[in-house]
DNA sequence: CACAATACGGAGACTGTCTCCGTTTGGCAA
DNA sequence: TTGCCAAACGGAGACAGTCTCCGTATTGTG
């Protein structure tokens, strides 16, 4: 890739970065364009969709998913309190961005997606805590990964689109952690 | 109101019906009104936005949700039964066309909203299956009935977006369910 | 039947998406 | 260094959707 290309790549990440995070997903790709300084069709050479863009921008951010999962699974104390403390930073992990828990959430096994590859990392992430969880026999028997993540996922929504507060969040993520929980 | 408005309106309930369901929620509203066989100068006049067109629409669907409840009610049995029960004609209410159960879940406590006033059909169905449920002490202490139709509406959202069949979804319904049971 | 009051409708302003193609730039080979 | 051309740029503009304004048409009442 010539040099002013991948410079170019870089400006539009960063300004969809700033754009999205200000405007949630919605946001004018054409004003992220003018943004990063470059034109319009520069922009959908380098993302020819919404979601390549996104893509993209969720690269670093599937590090902050593992590295998350670590300091969890690091914490000792009852199974109950691990799976919760788990699905809270799960919602907060989504929720970087207005419409973004939407937006991951329903990207689960739409293959096709760019951004259901980027899934993966949470479906793997919440598969490691079950996985400890079950060593301690805590879990419901037929517990599977994405079933979790679509149904935290479904909360975060739910919070994300009704401007909910941690406190209301808190009581729905009770209810479905005691649903996993044997 | 003036004959010829009374016929246009329910002109453009109608189409408007036909089209969101076709199309879902984001169709063209233009698209509405020529369907409808009027210039969208009036579809604005009676609608002045999408929402109170839909508030139009689901006038009906108001009755649906509490006949549905009606029945629910009546089926004896365990407690989780019921329940469960509750929980899939709910998503299936809401899942009337695509992006509703996202428009109606999303709409809960945003005051001003016209959809919002429809919800409260919903909360109040729930809330009289969470009271037949308490009365057999079958619930565990502080379940609301927004919290719940919040997380089910998750589900439903979900379920909605990735295109889940039914045996994906119940046995979502069923953590939700063994969460909120005592 | 006439005349307000009410309602209609479509042209068009505005915004966002996405493409096409003439122009510019980077980097390699001579 | 220079010249070349593939690679990349950028912005005008086609297209679609939202919503408004206002001249025109319709209703129903006195």
Redesign the pocket.
């Known amino acids: ?5 991948r410079r ?1 790549r870089e400006a539009l990440i960063e300004a969809a970065r700033e754009v999205f995070r200000e405007q949630g997903y919605d946001a ?3 004003l992220v364009a003018k943004r990063a300084g ?5 922009l ?3 993302f ?3 979601e390549s863009l996104m893509d993209a921008m969720l690269q670093s951010w599937v590090d902050r998913v593992n590295d998350t999962t670590d300091k969890v699974l690091l914490h000792e104390g009852p199974p109950r309190d691990l799976l919760l403390s788990w699905l809270q930073e799960y919602v907060g992990l989504i929720s970087v961005h207005k419409g973004g828990p939407a937006k991951i959430t329903g990207s689960f096994g739409v293959e096709g997606s760019a951004i259901s590859t980027k899934c993966q990392a949470l479906v793997d992430a919440t598969d490691r805590v079950i996985d400890r969880l079950e060593d301690q026999g805590a879990l419901r028997a037929d517990v599977e990964a994405v079933q979790m993540c679509r149904l935290v996922g479904g909360v975060a929504v739910v919070a994300d689109n009704g401007g909910l507060e941690p406190d209301d969040v808190r009581p729905m993520l009770e209810v479905v952690a005691d649903g996993f929980l044997a």
Chains 1, 2 share one sequence.
């Open positions: 890739m010539r040099a002013d290309a170019n004018s790709l054409d470059v034109g319009p069709g520069t959908y050479r380098h020819p969709t919404r």
